[in-house]
């Protein structure tokens, strides 16, 4: 069942304050802000997930070993993970798997 309007609600707020914490520690993630704008939070998360191409973003944050500020990580979380199709959770457990392990 797709998400309500009160979840994608919830879900970009999340979005947002994950946007914060990347601008804050890493970088300004500008492509996705944008995306955000015209497609909505979760319209650009599944977009940019299930993307062939490992975003420039993904590859920043890879470089400086920050999972928990990729998007990736944010859908997969207990409180999002049930508003995505198995397909992007799959897709994005695996590009998360590409981080060294602790």
Known sequence: ?????????AFHGATIELIQAISRE???PTYFIQLMAS????????QVV???N????FQRLLQENRPELTIEFLVTQP????????E???AARGRLAMFPRQ
């Not at 069942?1 to 609600?9: A, F, Y």
């Not at 490992?54 to 973003?57: A, K, M």
Request: glycine fraction near 6%.
């Open 1 to 9: 069942m797709p998400p309500t309007t009160e979840q994608k609600r």
């Open 26 to 28: 890493v970088y300004r």
């Open 39 to 46: 497609e909505g939070a979760y319209a650009a998360a599944c």
């Open 50 to 52: 299930s993307s062939n």
């Open 54 to 57: 490992l975003p420039d973003g």
């Open 79 to 86: 409180e999002w993970a049930h508003l995505f199709e198995a």
């Open 88 to 90: 992007i959770l799959e």
